[in-house]
């Protein structure tokens, strides 16, 4: 067998170059394809994901408006509890007349709580109320009520001046100031709307004994 150095050139160069191409080819199938193949499946999954993405983009800017909706409707909720609480908060209601008859300039005398009052969907907390005062200042008060964030409801008012309380059902006379005219008697309902109470477990069916068969 010849050397290398015997063989000419032009065998030399044919067998470098087939070497070289087996090396190419050995490179390719080793680690360029697999590459490539790789490089088309991500390119693949990409395109997928676009898709997917721009089917979902339409629901978007219907998700950022449900938020919208959601977050008005706890407003809502939130402004509706506080018109209409789920339950009667007896003394924030007597705390917030309270506050009414300072402001209106009147003298509240008595709060006599009488029995709730229950209907389908709410619920009444009445409290009888005496008060004295001003006769303008009677009026604001009254208008005062009506402009209240809670839902009160005035009813069975009776008025009469300071000499004959009486006559407004007052329970008592008071060392009226000079500047009241008017005694007042009236029932002011607080509204509420109590929490569905969860329905009474059914009493266990009890078996019946077996008839004693006919003689």
Partial sequence: MA??????PKYKFGTLSLACVLIAAGVWYAM???LAQLNRDDLAALQGK??????????????????KEIESYRLQIEQQQQIVPEDKQADGFIRMVQAQAHSAGIEIRRFTAMPVVTHDFYSEAPFEIELDGPYFAMVRFFEQIGKMERLVSISSLNLSNVKNPGQAKAKKSYNYAPGES??????AAAF???????????APLVPLAPLAPKK
């Fill in 3 to 8: 050397s290398w150095s015997e063989i000419e």
């Fill in 32 to 34: 360029v394809r697999p």
């Fill in 50 to 67: 676009k898709a997917e993405i721009a089917q979902l983009m339409p629901f978007q800017a219907r998700i950022t408006q449900l938020n």
């Fill in 182 to 187: 008017v005694v007042a008697t009236c029932t």
């Fill in 192 to 202: 509420f709307s109590p929490k569905s109470q969860p329905p009474a477990k059914a």
